[in-house]
């Protein structure tokens, strides 16, 4: 049985915030970026996700089972929508203090929205149209198969795939709106984070690690390790 407790080195009366600053320490050296391997740092997201989990630590407590979270698709799609976003600012070479972030990030979800929103509706008034054409479509001799018809029911199916996927997309879109509400983007120059936003920056890159597992992938966060004496998500 794999003990997530030894994997933080904590104690089992540990509170959620020696959970998170174990976590901290160790991300560092665990990463693969950072020296370790990828089943070491697979092992500490575990273990992290767990133990700062009341329900999800009752239940290793008792069961000794670790009780892994379902993936969410909402959330998924929210938080891949984030990375995005937060990837544009990361590689957009521009001063970080000159930049609202928070306001950025949101304005371009919101646009996002509304051109998602806007397709919809043109598509919805293009299905309008295409009811009234077959409505109008007369086949002028008698024979076998409907060709036209069949044309207009791909157009159909078509429009109304699209609409689905839009419609979906808003939803991530909102969600991840929703999720950003909790978060706050200061510059360290001018203001000291404090431990409920560190451990919220924390709780989000370990959102996107276990997301990255679900997904198959290995994100390099090598460049985003700070130095020691920063104090960041990560030490």
Same mark, same amino acid.
């Given at each position: 049985m794999i003990d997530l407790y030894k994997i933080l080195g904590i104690k089992r009366s540990a509170r959620r915030k020696e959970v998170h600053k174990a976590y901290r320490k160790q991300a560092k050296k665990a990463h693969p970026d950072g020296g370790g391997t990828d089943e070491a740092f697979n092992q500490?997201?575990?273990?992290?996700?767990?133990l700062s989990d009341e329900g999800r630590r009752a239940h290793y407590d008792q069961t000794g089972e670790v009780e892994l979270p379902q993936p969410d698709n909402l959330d998924g799609g929210a938080? %891949? @929508? @984030?990375? %995005? +976003?937060?990837?544009?600012? @990361?590689?957009?070479e521009q001063d970080l203090a000159a930049l609202e972030i928070g306001t950025l990030i949101e304005r371009a979800i919101q646009d996002d929205i509304a051109a998602r929103k806007a397709s919809v509706a043109?598509?919805? $008034?293009?299905?309008?149209?295409?009811?009234?054409? $077959?409505?109008?479509? +007369?086949? +002028?001799? %008698?024979?076998?198969?409907?060709?036209?018809? $069949?044309?207009?029911?791909?157009?159909?199916?078509?429009?109304?795939?699209?609409? +689905?996927k839009n419609e979906v997309i808003i939803g991530n879109l909102e969600r991840a709106l929703v999720i950003l509400e909790d978060y706050s983007f200061i510059d360290e120059a001018t203001a000291e984070p404090s431990e409920e936003v560190v451990e919220a920056l924390n709780d989000i890159l370990v959102s996107l690690d276990e997301l990255a597992a679900i997904l198959n992938t290995s994100p390099s966060r090598a460049e985003a390790m700070p130095k020691e004496a920063e104090p960041t998500a990560f030490g």
């Open positions: 500490l997201v575990v273990a992290y996700s767990v938080i %891949e @929508i @984030i990375a %995005e +976003k937060l990837g544009l600012i @990361i590689h957009a043109h598509q919805q $008034r293009a299905g309008e149209r295409l009811v009234r054409l $077959r409505a109008r479509a +007369k086949r +002028k001799a %008698e024979g076998e198969g409907d060709l036209v018809a $069949r044309v207009l029911d791909w157009h159909e199916v078509a429009i109304q795939g699209q609409i +689905k």
